[in-house]
Nanobody, 124 residues
Framework: EVQLQASGGGLVQAGGSLRLSCATS????????IGWLRQAPGKEREVVSC????????YYADSVKGRFTETTDDAKNTVDLQMDSLKPEDTAVYYC?????????????????WGQGTLVTVSS
């Protein structure tokens, strides 16, 4: 059974940094696309970052490119999201999620397993 648990959220001032971590179990990283998604109040859920299992390409939303970095630690079974230069518009609940390997395993609709979200609040 796939299990995911995100942590590391909190309150930070604009321009600051946070590191989110997702503890995982029940699957192999090579078999799933692994992503971080977020949902801000009143907005639709979006894919922030993703590592595709099919080709290893790292995908980032345009709004976070150059500021966010997703990494995996196979030994610890964790997936981290380093968030730098945070902006108020980054405020959201962040989720780690996985999708079975495919050529579209970073598409929002293919994420079938989600962890409990962690709230990130960026003050101006």
């Amino acid at each position: 059974e796939v299990q995911l648990q995100a942590s590391g959220g909190g309150l930070v001032q604009a321009g600051g940094s946070l590191r989110l971590s997702c503890a995982t179990s029940g699957f192999r990283f090579n078999d799933y696309g692994i992503g971080w998604l977020r949902q801000a109040p009143g907005k639709e859920r979006e894919v922030v970052s993703c590592i595709s299992a099919s080709d290893g390409i790292r995908y980032y939303a345009d709004s976070v490119k150059g500021r966010f970095t997703e990494t995996t630690d196979d030994a610890k079974n964790t997936v981290d999201l380093q968030m730098d230069s945070l902006k108020p518009e980054d405020t959201a609940v962040y989720y780690c999620a996985v999708a079975p390997i495919s050529t579209s395993d970073c598409d929002l609709l293919n994420f079938g397993s989600w962890g409990q979200g962690t709230l990130v609040t960026v003050s101006s």
